[in-house]
């Protein structure tokens, strides 16, 4: 598919059987569980799966193009990021870092907005955008600026 796909209100992957490659983006925001999901190897635009809950039979595409919305992952548990991300990376909710391996490569921001420690946390070396780590304390951000100079005026 050359263009986008938007199966938005689609809540389940049964007997979805999706294309190696969409050119646009891939909108699979209603989906609550990866159960039978086989995505496509590179999706050119962004990929919503704003609604799993958990990353349990999940496995991304290589390429992304755009942003990745896992916006409702509480846990990291399971999830297995691409190498790179071409625009955003938004895994708002969670909560811990632990077993979170993060891109090298992030076009855009990075949101770990709910984030309350950054014990195990190892940053991308690159990000394009900003980091939205709203849930540390002031002294775990001034030490991850530190800790990553490059990316200290990107810290928020």
Known sequence: IGGDL???????????TLP?????????DSLTSAKGLKLPETIGGYLGLNSLTSA????????????????????????????KIGGNLSLSRLTSA????????????LYLNNLTSADGLTLP???????????LTSAEKQRLREQYPQHANKIT
């Not at 938007?6 to 979805?16: D, E, N, R, V």
């Not at 190696?20 to 699979?28: A, R």
């Not at 632990?98 to 921001?109: F, V």
């Not at 070396?125 to 849930?135: A, E, H, S, V």
């Open 6 to 16: 938007s199966l938005k209100s689609l809540t389940s992957a049964k007997g979805l």
């Open 20 to 28: 190696e490659t969409i050119g646009g983006s891939l909108n699979l």
């Open 56 to 83: 349990d039979g999940l496995t991304l595409p290589k390429t992304i193009g755009g942003n990745l919305y896992l916006g409702s992952l509480t846990s990291a548990k399971g999830l297995t990021l691409p190498e």
């Open 98 to 109: 632990d077993g979170l391996t993060l891109p090298e490569t992030i076009g855009g921001s």
């Open 125 to 135: 070396k690159t990000i394009g955008g900003d980091l939205y780590l709203d849930g």
